[in-house]
């Protein structure tokens, strides 16, 4: 027996040094509701200062449970290298080492998805699963409805009742947006959106529209442009393209990133933000994205991405450490507004930053 084996720290140590039955250890160590809040927390301390390491394999024996939560996502070309997940997914691991858990990450082609959701469902090899990028209907909520196993989606569908979900007012933000530009005497918007293929750009679409019917507007005074998931490298173009009819006065972005790329665009049109062109965007405050140039210049929704990857991992948790039932939970956005917008318009449920 090696010296490491020999002084490893075990459940019995843990149950001498607290007079504490082993049943008692197990279970406030692996979260159980029915040890009480203050013995779990007494537990928890002195086992990190002991410095006790769970036995994964004798863990998943009493608890029945791998420790581990499930991530599969197709393989498209650019989806590993989009900003949006990454934050997402950064917000993810930093979570689940709260829960001493493990991220288990696969991929496929969009034909191969069903059968890897079966294989790690069947073997029981996950606790539950991560959905990001819902569409209408999506197949992957209806196998794991019918499975009955615990998971949570990033964004949601006409079924989000039956589970779990994060997401943020893409209805909500997208339909004040337009409402603003139109309180502002804005007669022509473009909103270049991203994939309406995935339910958040379909909604901020739908909301988007709502706006003008809220203002008396008929729906020529909003033209769409649809960017491909991921929201990279369509800026540029899609901006151009908006900008090619000259009653344009107001463009609406759909991601921080394609606001950024599309400043060449806006410079090579002659128009002037701020002068004869008001510009909004979503801003999911990636931290690889630098905003500095556009602040004071443009308007800003903003809400973290990085928290969507943090609450993703609480509601999944809370699903399998039974502490209640499978609920959807809105990351709060906040609206930083150039002075000449109409603040008044902006409903009581958002934040108006002072800028």
């Not at 858990?101 to 998805?113: L, M, P, R």
């Not at 009955?148 to 039956?162: I, K, N, T």
Request: aromatic share 8%.
């Amino acid at each position: 027996m090696s010296n490491k084996e020999q002084n490893q720290v075990t459940i019995k140590d843990l149950a001498r040094k607290l007079d504490l039955s082993i049943t008692t250890i197990s279970r406030a160590l692996n979260g159980y509701s029915d040890v009480g809040a203050k013995t779990r927390e007494r537990v928890q301390k002195t086992a990190r200062e002991m410095g006790y390491t769970p036995n994964r394999n004798a863990q998943r024996l009493v608890t029945q449970r791998s420790h581990s939560i499930g991530w599969i996502k197709e393989d498209g070309a650019q989806y590993f290298v989009d900003p949006h997940f990454v934050e997402v997914f950064a917000g993810v691991l930093r979570e689940v080492k709260h829960y001493d858990y493990d991220v288990v990450f696969a991929s496929g082609s969009h034909k191969e998805i069903p059968q890897l959701f079966n294989r790690y469902v069947k073997d029981q090899s996950v606790d539950g699963f991560i959905l990001e990028l819902p569409r209408p209907n999506d197949d992957r909520i209806t196998y794991l409805l019918e499975a009955g196993q615990p998971f949570v989606v990033h964004g949601s569908e006409q079924r989000a009742d039956q589970y779990a979900w994060v997401d943020i007012d893409n209805f909500g933000i997208f339909e004040t947006f337009v409402r603003l530009m139109l309180g502002a005497g804005h007669k022509k918007i473009a909103f270049i959106n991203g994939d309406e293929h995935y339910t958040f750009a379909l909604e901020r679409r739908l909301g988007a529209e709502h706006g003008l019917e809220m203002m008396g507007e008929n729906r020529d005074a909003l033209t769409v442009f649809n960017a491909v998931h991921p929201m990279v490298h369509a800026g540029y173009q899609l901006t151009k393209k908006a900008l090619e009819d000259p009653h344009v006065t107001a463009i609406l972005y759909s991601s921080a990133v394609m606001a950024v790329e599309g400043q060449a665009a806006i410079a090579s049109s002659g128009r002037e933000i701020g002068k004869n062109l008001e510009v909004g965007t979503m801003d999911d405050e990636l931290r690889h994205v630098d905003l500095t140039s556009l602040e004071g210049q443009i308007s800003f929704a903003r809400s973290p991405l990085n928290e969507s990857g943090h609450a993703l991992v609480r509601q999944l948790m809370k699903q399998i450490q039974k502490k209640g039932p499978p609920e959807g939970e809105l990351i709060p956005a906040r609206f930083s507004l150039r002075p000449n917008l109409p603040r008044n318009l902006v409903p009581a449920h958002f934040v108006v930053e002072d800028t």
